[in-house]
């Protein structure tokens, strides 16, 4: 026993990195224990294990105890112990190797679905990839190859579990970084990123190198680049945004691909007024909301959309104050407030505003298919909505 453990800890000292003074005091803890379920607790016993030879002796009141049985039980426990070292290492080097690569990309096959999430096989280990955090429509049968972020790592009793998405922006950035050679080589940066994942994504863009254009990078040459990206997003829409140091032009840029007409900054809350034409509105608004929610997110300030004809309204007029006190004060111009609106409820007035619907105005402008793209809102209720706000404004 003594020449085999000697050897063996010597290899896992070299190949595993394991110090084997860890292993062989392991060992010692182990056989006292058992020791003492063999002779009482309270018996004088200890164990010492000869570091150059390999030695194992058992003593119990000083002497050494010459038990061929308790001697099998020592080489089995030793070799229990080793086993359970050498996982254990091997579960840190894997916890330590995946902590570094927390935001990048790795690429594993579908092993099985275990309680609503897909586990992934990685090669060392096994990554966790939940339902909420693939796209919408997204399947990946047993066996099939799939790419995704490592987004954490944790520790369990069963080892290192690494979380995988496939939602996350961080999951879109590191794409282009792979796909386009100029931003993994910091040429052009990636300044901003704004996600709905499996609808939309815009991402801002600057390049250090003038010569280089960094929207023209990103798409590649008849979108190469691009349609790579969409296409492992199964159909996300992508739009690449032109980054500006002047918020006004940023902003210009996040809205696209509505035309912006006017822009009014609020610096100190950090919140931007728009205008645009009325047949824009709705684009610049976009489907339940997204266009300029990304945009919002994209470039950090609050963003507010209104068409030309609101706008008109509620812009000062220049004639001055005391033309203005002849008008009517309670007939001159209904007032636009949402919640006049008979029985529809805070979360639906809610959910209106952050599609953008925040006057009646726009209410009475829209469609019956613009408003069931709210959250909460049938066709039915969209109808008696719009009929509602078109005669309250007559």
């Known amino acids: 026993m003594s020449n ?51 030695d194992i002796d058992v003593l119990k009141d000083g002497k050494k105890i010459e038990s061929g049985e308790f001697g099998r039980i020592a080489a089995q426990t030793a070799r229990q112990i080793i086993t359970q070292k050498i996982r254990e290492a091997e579960r840190e080097v894997v916890f330590g190797d995946y902590q570094a690569k927390i935001g990048d990309i790795t690429n594993g096959i579908v092993h099985r679905t275990e309680k609503g999430n897909i586990i992934v096989d990685l090669g060392k280990t096994e990554g966790v990839l939940s339902y909420k955090e693939i796209l919408a429509g997204e399947d990946f049968p047993q066996g099939s190859r799939v790419r995704a972020l490592i987004l954490d790592v944790k520790k369990t009793s069963k080892g290192p579990q690494i979380i995988l998405s496939r939602t996350n922006a961080g999951f879109v950035k590191r794409l282009f970084e792979l796909e386009v050679p100029e931003i993994y080589e910091g040429i052009v940066e990636i300044k901003s990123i704004s996600r709905l994942a499996g609808e939309r994504t815009k991402v801002a863009v600057a390049s250090k190198d003038d010569k280089i254009d960094c929207v023209g990078a990103c798409v590649g040459v008849r979108g190469s680049r691009i349609k790579n990206i ?78 030309q004809v609101q706008a008109q309204e509620i812009v000062p007029d220049d004639n001055p104050v005391e033309d203005q006190t002849e008008q009517e004060p309670a007939e001159a111009a209904p007032t636009s407030e949402l919640s006049q609106l008979q029985g529809v409820g805070e979360k639906t007035l809610t959910a209106l505003r952050e599609a953008g619907f925040d006057s009646l105005e726009k209410i009475a402008r829209a469609t019956i298919e613009d408003l069931t793209q709210v959250k909460g809102v049938g066709q039915k209720r969209a109808e008696q909505m719009i009929e509602e706000a078109k005669k309250t404004l007559s």
């Open 4 to 54: 085999e453990l000697l050897l063996v800890l010597d290899y896992i000292e070299r190949e595993k990195g394991i110090d084997k003074s860890i292993i062989v005091a392991a060992i010692e803890a182990a056989l006292l224990s058992a020791a003492r379920r063999r002779f009482g607790e309270d018996a004088d016993l200890s164990v010492i294990i000869d570091r150059k030879t390999g």
């Open 230 to 307: 969409v296409r492992e997003l199964h159909g996300e829409k992508v739009d690449i945004v032109r980054w500006h140091d002047d918020i006004k032009e940023y902003v210009k840029a996040a809205m696209s691909p509505a035309k912006i007409k006017h822009i009014d900054l609020t610096t100190e809350d950090k919140k931007i007024d728009i205008e645009v034409e009325d047949d824009q509105l709705s684009l610049a608004i976009g489907k339940r909301g997204q266009n300029v929610r990304l945009a919002s997110k994209l470039v950090g300030w609050s963003i507010n959309v209104r068409g």
